[in-house]
């Protein structure tokens, strides 16, 4: 990621400073903070939590998924515990980079989630309003979903989960992007050269576009059962034929303080 930051290839990155490797990543990655908008991938499941958590992580460890959707929407999640998580990973991130998150977004957009998105919020209007942080709003029309044909479903859903927290955030006066795109099945045989191609169709003034690169080591296998598609992922947009996409779709590449102003698409990896 930080290849690829530095060769214009991506504007940001968000970063999971639960992760052991925060500490020792943090340093060259800070180094590209003059080229690159760094931020907070906030992370609520499947890793370690950064302090205890007795009702969300009884044995140490975050839940999955599918575990911490249902805790959401039956309302049985700690606000206050949610919270203190949330603002020790902010303090991490801080403790680091030496400046609070430019962004903020969640590991499998746990973010957007009931009693998460509240926690979110209320820490958002304590500490990170007056830098002008940015939240990822991981909502999209259903008709380009459809017309996209890019994991529909999957992109629908999580479209759907987060209409609440982007109403919250937008009444808010909370900056944010206007577009979002990226979400992928991650299934045998796509072709990433094609789903970016579909995803930068038709693009739009402020539009996000996800991505996750990675060279796959042991470690990477070890933390997130998603590896090889990051290979290909990583190879696609090094190379020239990305570049020519760009162009040829009429995209730029841009800041999020930049596509504020100009309202051009912004790109975005998550980092592990």
């Not at 430019?102 to 304590?126: K, N, S, T, W």
């Not at 991981?138 to 609440?164: D, S, T, W, Y």
């Not at 900056?175 to 795109?181: A, D, S």
């Not at 576009?209 to 992922?233: F, S």
Request: hydrophobic share 45%.
């Amino acid at each position: 990621m930080r290849e690829l930051i530095s060769a214009g290839r991506l504007t940001a990155t968000g970063c999971m400073t639960a992760s052991k490797f925060w500490p020792s990543e943090a340093a060259p990655l800070r180094a590209l903070a003059g080229r690159s908008d760094i931020g907070l991938h906030l992370t609520l499941t499947d890793h370690l939590p950064t302090g205890a958590m007795p009702r969300l992580a009884p044995e140490g460890r975050l839940p999955p998924l599918g575990r911490l959707l249902l805790a959401a929407a039956i309302r049985r999640l700690d606000s206050g515990e949610i919270e203190a998580e949330i603002e020790r990973q902010i303090d991490r991130f801080e403790a680091e980079m030496g400046f609070a998150p430019i962004f903020v977004d969640g590991h499998q957009h746990a973010h957007q989630l009931p009693v998460v998105r509240d926690a979110l919020l209320a820490i958002y209007e304590r500490r990170l309003r007056r830098h002008g942080t940015w939240l990822r709003y991981c909502v999209e029309p259903l008709g380009g979903l459809l017309r996209r044909r890019v994991a529909p479903l999957r992109a629908g859903i999580v479209a759907l989960l987060g209409r609440r927290f982007a109403r919250l955030g937008r009444k808010a006066g909370i900056p944010g992007n206007t577009g979002f795109r990226g979400v992928r099945a991650f299934a045998p045989g796509e072709e990433f050269a094609a789903l970016m191609a579909r995803f930068l169709t038709d693009a739009t003034d402020g539009m996000l576009v996800m991505c996750h690169p990675a060279i796959p080591d042991a470690a990477l296998a070890a933390a997130d059962p998603v590896v090889e598609p990051r290979r290909a992922e990583y190879a696609f947009l090094r190379a020239g034929a990305f570049a020519s996409l760009l162009d040829e779709k009429r995209v730029a590449l841009v800041r999020f303080k930049e596509a504020a102003g100009s309202r051009k698409p912004a790109a975005e990896t998550d980092r592990r």
